[in-house]
């Protein structure tokens, strides 16, 4: 049995390909940026409005990230081993028992 390969067309890789990963870093550091300063220029509000320390809610913020990154080495071993299904699987379940879980304490009357 004889495979031929065909050479791969420049549009979707070469240089053009460089385009591409090049518009998403501009892209994503566009957004993170938009993120982190609106966060910060609406954090004397949001404290305010929460009646909370502005430490604290600026580690409501911290706390997540920080989870984020410890956590990727291992979301990314699971990845590899077992395939990007069972990673979504289990986060789509993860968010739909906490909203359930938040719906279930706004519905009752009583915050938990």
Do not use: F, Q
């Not at 550091?29 to 009646?51: D, E």
């Amino acid at each position: 049995m004889t495979t031929t390969t065909a050479p791969a067309d420049p549009t979707v890789g070469g240089r053009h390909g460089w385009r591409v990963v090049a518009a998403l870093a501009v892209t994503s550091t566009i957004g993170y940026g938009t993120l982190y300063y609106a966060y910060a220029v609406l954090l004397g509000p949001m404290a305010a409005g929460l009646g909370a320390s502005t430490t604290a809610v600026t580690g409501a913020l911290t706390a997540p990230v920080t989870t984020a990154k410890a956590a990727a080495p291992l979301l990314a071993a699971v990845l590899l081993a077992y395939g990007g299904y069972h990673l979504l699987l289990a986060a789509v379940t993860s968010a739909c028992l906490l909203a359930a879980t938040a719906m279930r304490s706004v519905g009752s009357g009583n915050p938990r």
